[in-house]
């Protein structure tokens, strides 16, 4: 696994990772991915069993609907929080991310962070790291449909990726990252 470059989202809030092997960064691919009808029917598909063990009455179909519609407000929100940050110290990104682990009270240092969907069981998840209050660098996002991310393959690379971002930030000889900014 390697970072070829990080991407500005929103300039001084939200950047984004790009993996070597992706073509386009962590924030682009996983909003195109959601916004994908094929991929989400073959997803949900695939994992009809997961999506049935906690959404009983939700189809494919049902899902993938409300999979695009959810994209599309978080993705809204996101920019439009991180804006927001840069000149209201109430409404910034940390009152959006939560850590990884629930139950963490204590700050770290470069920390795991998670953001869920808008709806009240949202089953999206952008995974980043805190840097700052209001200074997030995405490594990936996923669709959840269990009780923990140690459960399925796609939920540990996300896992491994948000892993390695962390120590890549961490690492004093990346600390002259390139940055390329997106609009």
Known sequence: MKISNIFVIVRDSLFAA?????ECNAFARMFELWNDAEFLEAFFEEHKQDLNAFWQHVTVQEAVIATMNEAILLERKLVAV?????TDENETLSCLFRPLRNGTTKLEELERSK?????????????AIRVDVNLFVVSGGAIKLTRTMNERSHLLTELEKLE???????DAENNELEIFEMY
């Open 82 to 86: 991180a804006q927001t940050g840069l």
């Open 115 to 127: 953001v869920r969907g808008s709806r009240r069981h949202s089953w999206l998840r952008i995974y």
């Open 164 to 170: 390695f971002l962390r120590g890549y930030l961490g």
């Open 18 to 22: 790009k993996f070597q092997k992706e």
